[in-house]
């Protein structure tokens, strides 16, 4: 006999009850499940987004994150030229979560993917914060809901798409050399910015690191030959790139004018506290690469395999970021407006409506 804890509901609601195409509430006494599923715009395809499985502090919370990561899908995915459109779940998680195996977690997310399955294929979940492969199983296999359960990591295609962008902002301040004799700078050297690091040294950067697990940033630096710093201090070390892989918001109005690169280009969601800091990193000349551009490489391999591209294609489609970087910076310039305001221009025209930050 297992036992599930309800997570306690709370007395508030959906704070932006239309700030979505659809948003979804999910309830099943029997397995505990407390869910929201946020599609936020289907023009281009169904909502692809992941399934998030943490604790949040009221069901507003859930939500707001829920319809605020699934705008940030239809983004990337209008960017990246893929045919989905933005969708993201949250499944509340109240005290400590099942283990990975056991039958109550497997029980939790059958009866999503139930809920999911009522969607007929207009969400399509995969793996997020929190949620593993077997998850999107139990989803898929047991709830009968369509999902994205590729066995292939995307970290490694996600660092590709950073450094192509990375590289690409390079060659549009400096010309061909792109990153040759740059001081990079990498917080957070995870899944994706330990690779970001290792493709920017080969790209003929000095590279440096900083990772609040010091052993891992440490290790790194050494295999790199570079200096591992203060993970807090990092933007604002001296460097030509500053590449963001580990937290979000670290760009605030307040610490524009500590940041000494010139690109700012990385995989961390939501880099900017506000999107009214893309123009205060316009005015003191420094180059932001929008998120959802460049970390867009995942996505582009998880379409790739479910669409059954070889793996150059698949490559290709991520180089592609690249291009669509130079051609973002080209557009930002000539119109004098900011790298973030000429990605928007993009999406509203693939979206055909006006799409805000
Ligand atoms: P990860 O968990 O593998 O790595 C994150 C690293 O950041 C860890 O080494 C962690 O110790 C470190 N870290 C945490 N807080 C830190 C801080 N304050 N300062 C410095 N380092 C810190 O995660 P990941 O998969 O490499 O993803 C990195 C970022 O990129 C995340 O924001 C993620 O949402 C985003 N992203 C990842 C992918 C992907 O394919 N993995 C795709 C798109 C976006």
Same mark, same amino acid.
């Given at each position: 006999?297992?036992?599930v804890?309800?997570?306690?509901?709370?007395?508030d609601?959906?704070?932006?009850?239309?700030?979505?195409?659809?948003?979804?509430?999910?309830?099943?006494?029997?397995?505990?499940?407390?869910?929201?599923?946020?599609?936020?715009?289907?023009?281009?395809?169904?909502?692809?987004?992941?399934?998030?499985?943490?604790?949040?502090?009221?069901?507003?919370?859930?939500?707001?994150?829920a319809?605020?990561?699934?705008?940030?899908?239809?983004?990337?995915?209008a960017?990246?030229?893929?045919?989905?459109?933005?969708?993201?779940?949250?499944?509340?998680?109240?005290?400590?979560?099942?283990?990975?195996g056991?039958?109550?977690?497997?029980?939790?997310?059958?009866?999503?993917?139930?809920?999911? $399955? *009522?969607?007929?294929?207009?969400? +399509?979940? /995969?793996?997020?914060?929190? #949620? %593993?492969? !077997?998850?999107m199983? =139990?989803?898929?296999?047991?709830?009968?809901?369509?999902?994205?359960?590729?066995?292939v990591?995307?970290?490694?295609?996600t660092?590709?798409g950073?450094?192509?962008a990375?590289?690409?902002?390079?060659?549009?301040?400096?010309?061909?050399g792109?990153?040759?004799?740059?001081?990079?700078?990498?917080?957070g050297?995870?899944?994706?910015?330990?690779?970001?690091?290792?493709?920017?040294?080969?790209?003929?950067?000095?590279?440096?690191?900083?990772d609040?697990?010091?052993?891992?940033?440490?290790?790194?630096?050494?295999?790199?030959?570079?200096?591992?710093?203060?993970?807090?201090?990092?933007?604002?070390?001296?460097?030509?790139?500053?590449?963001?892989?580990?937290?979000?918001?670290?760009?605030?109005?307040?610490?524009? $004018? *500590?940041?000494?690169?010139?690109? +700012?280009? /990385?995989?961390?969601?939501? #880099? %900017?506290? !506000?999107?009214?800091? =893309?123009?205060?990193?316009?005015?003191?000349?420094?180059t932001?690469?929008?998120?959802?551009?460049?970390?867009?490489?995942?996505?582009?391999?998880?379409?790739?395999?479910?669409?059954?591209w070889?793996?150059?294609?698949?490559?290709?489609?991520?180089?592609?970021?690249?291009?669509?970087?130079?051609?973002?910076?080209?557009?930002?310039?000539?119109?004098?407006?900011?790298?973030?305001?000429?990605?928007?221009?993009?999406?509203?025209?693939?979206?055909?409506?006006?799409?805000?930050?």
């Amino acid at each position: 006999m297992t036992t599930v804890t309800t997570p306690t509901p709370t007395s508030d609601g959906i704070a932006e009850p239309w700030a979505s195409e659809q948003t979804i509430t999910c309830r099943d006494e029997r397995t505990g499940l407390r869910a929201i599923i946020a599609i936020d715009d289907t023009t281009l395809g169904p909502g692809f987004g992941g399934v998030r499985y943490r604790a949040y502090p009221s069901t507003t919370a859930a939500a707001r994150e829920a319809q605020r990561l699934a705008a940030a899908m239809t983004l990337k995915h209008a960017l990246a030229e893929l045919p989905y459109g933005g969708g993201k779940s949250v499944v509340m998680l109240d005290g400590e979560a099942p283990a990975p195996g056991s039958p109550q977690r497997r029980a939790l997310f059958a009866r999503f993917g139930e809920m999911i $399955a *009522r969607t007929a294929g207009t969400y +399509i979940p /995969g793996v997020d914060m929190g #949620t %593993l492969l !077997e998850d999107m199983q =139990a989803i898929r296999d047991e709830g009968g809901a369509r999902a994205f359960c590729d066995e292939v990591s995307p970290s490694p295609f996600t660092a590709r798409g950073v450094h192509a962008a990375m590289r690409a902002a390079a060659v549009h301040h400096h010309g061909e050399g792109g990153l040759a004799g740059a001081q990079v700078v990498v917080q957070g050297v995870g899944s994706v910015g330990a690779e970001v690091a290792r493709l920017a040294h080969a790209d003929g950067a000095r590279v440096t690191v900083a990772d609040v697990d010091t052993a891992r940033a440490e290790a790194l630096a050494d295999e790199l030959g570079g200096a591992a710093i203060d993970p807090e201090q990092a933007p604002f070390h001296p460097a030509d790139v500053f590449s963001p892989c580990a937290v979000a918001r670290v760009v605030t109005r307040d610490n524009v $004018a *500590r940041i000494p690169a010139r690109i +700012i280009a /990385g995989a961390a969601n939501d #880099t %900017l506290d !506000e999107p009214g800091c =893309a123009q205060a990193l316009r005015e003191a000349g420094v180059t932001f690469v929008p998120d959802f551009v460049a970390n867009a490489g995942g996505v582009v391999q998880v379409h790739g395999g479910v669409s059954g591209w070889s793996e150059g294609e698949t490559l290709a489609a991520v180089d592609r970021i690249g291009e669509r970087v130079g051609e973002l910076l080209a557009t930002a310039q000539t119109q004098e407006i900011t790298p973030l305001a000429a990605a928007l221009q993009r999406a509203s025209a693939a979206l055909g409506r006006q799409v805000v930050a």
